[in-house]
């Protein structure tokens, strides 16, 4: 499984953006996709996730009232939409697919990593 992340950019305190992961390769092999993200000297940390069939979401505490996710199946595709950015939101945003069992909150237990994208919240 290949992930592309797209969508980053530079927005002001208040704004919005909405991320991209396209999947591509075999991708039926993938059950789910979560963001994450890492800011300059943090570690990587769970934003949000959907699994690619029903409905389940999951988010992390720092983002569940401001970030929504949401898939098309048909692109293979997972959004991110990121509303009321705060400078903290700055950081390199990267998808990562699951295979099988799915524990959202644990980097490892993802298979497939996109490159990243780096959003960047101005204050």
């Known amino acids: 499984v290949q992930l592309q992340a797209s969508g980053g950019g530079l927005v002001q305190t208040g704004g919005s953006l909405r991320l991209s992961c396209a999947a591509s390769?075999?991708?039926?092999?993938?059950?789910?996709v979560g963001w994450f993200r890492q800011a300059p000297g943090k570690e990587r940390e769970f934003v949000a996730g959907?699994?690619?069939?029903?409905?389940?979401?999951t988010f992390a505490d720092s983002v569940k009232d401001r970030f929504t996710i949401s898939r098309d199946n048909a692109k293979s595709t997972v959004y991110l939409r990121m509303n009321s950015l705060k400078p903290e939101d700055t950081a390199v945003y990267y998808c990562?697919?699951?295979?099988?069992?799915?524990?959202?909150?644990?980097?490892?237990?993802?298979?497939?990593w996109g490159q990243g994208t780096l959003v960047t919240v101005s204050s």
């Open positions: 990562a697919a699951a295979r099988g069992s799915w524990y959202p909150f644990v980097p490892s237990a993802y298979a497939y």
């Open positions: 390769g075999s991708t039926d092999s993938s059950s789910a």
């Open positions: 959907i699994r690619w069939s029903g409905t389940s979401t």
